[in-house]
């Protein structure tokens, strides 16, 4: 049965490379990494399908074929685009694609913010946020209906 040579036709996205004779025309396996079946490194990590994707585009720009993958421990369906991804590479495109993604990121210039903020929402979902916790409001919301009350009876007793 002949095999198909659809892997070369020039995909522009995946393990199928980019259509300028290196999807399987090095004579290896053709198999996945971009590139003649050889040895995939992982070069970038995403926190959700949408900025690996974003990074895969950035690498496709330069002529750097890459591979998504879902990072250990979130490879399970039922997460769908959610979850950390990690982008791979063929052995051979490493070098460039680290320069082209070092190039194209900004250092994390507000990681600081993001850490902040990530502290505030696990103060947050432990009920150590900004504002008192729902019991000591309730005791708070009580204690002023009662004075409420008492400073309206006092007036209402004077006059």
Known sequence: MPSSTSHKSGHSRGAHGTGKGDG?????????????????VKVAFARNQAEAELLQGLLL??????????????????????GPHDV?????H???????????????EDEGEERLELAEERQLARGEGAGPSPGRLALWVLGAAIAAVVLIWILYEIS
């Open 24 to 40: 399987g025309s090095h004579g290896g396996g053709g198999g996945g990494g971009g590139g003649g079946g050889g040895k995939l």
């Open 88 to 92: 791979w590479v063929n052995v051979q």
């Open 61 to 82: 720009d330069s002529g750097i074929p890459s591979v998504l993958k879902r990072a250990g421990g979130f490879d399970n369906p039922d997460f769908l685009a959610a």
């Open 94 to 108: 490493e070098e460039e694609a680290r320069r082209v993604l070092a190039e194209t990121m900004v250092a994390d």
